[in-house]
Nanobody
């Protein structure tokens, strides 16, 4: 059974950095695409970043482009989201998701990121 466990969230001042991790219990053909989403209070969940295992190409939401980097460690089957130059608008619960193409069957429990001004 595929399980995703996020960690690394916390409280940081604006301009600071955090690195989120998403541990994937098992890699299968149904977890070929990995994504990070986020949901701020009172807002809908939104896409943040995605990549495919074995690919060097990543995609980002315009709001985080140039500040966030998604990457994967094949040996550890862990996906990371390096977040730099954080802004108060980045405050949200961040979720890791795995799936095929745009269908994400597996989700983590979420990790809270709070950026203070």
């Amino acid at each position: 059974q595929v399980q995703l466990v996020e960690s690394g969230g916390g409280l940081v001042q604006a301009g600071g950095s955090l690195r989120l991790s998403c541990a994937v219990s098992v890699r299968t053909s149904s977890t070929n695409v990995m994504c990070w989403f986020r949901q701020a209070p009172g807002k809908e969940r939104e896409f943040v970043a995605r990549f495919r295992w074995g690919s060097t190409t990543a995609y980002y939401a315009d709001s985080v482009k140039g500040r966030f980097t998604i990457s994967g460690d094949n040996a550890k089957t862990t996906v990371y989201l390096q977040m730099n130059s954080l802004k108060p608008d980045d405050t949200a619960v961040y979720y890791c998701a795995a799936g095929v193409s745009s269908n994400f069957a597996y989700w983590g429990q979420g990790t809270q990121v709070t950026v203070s001004s």
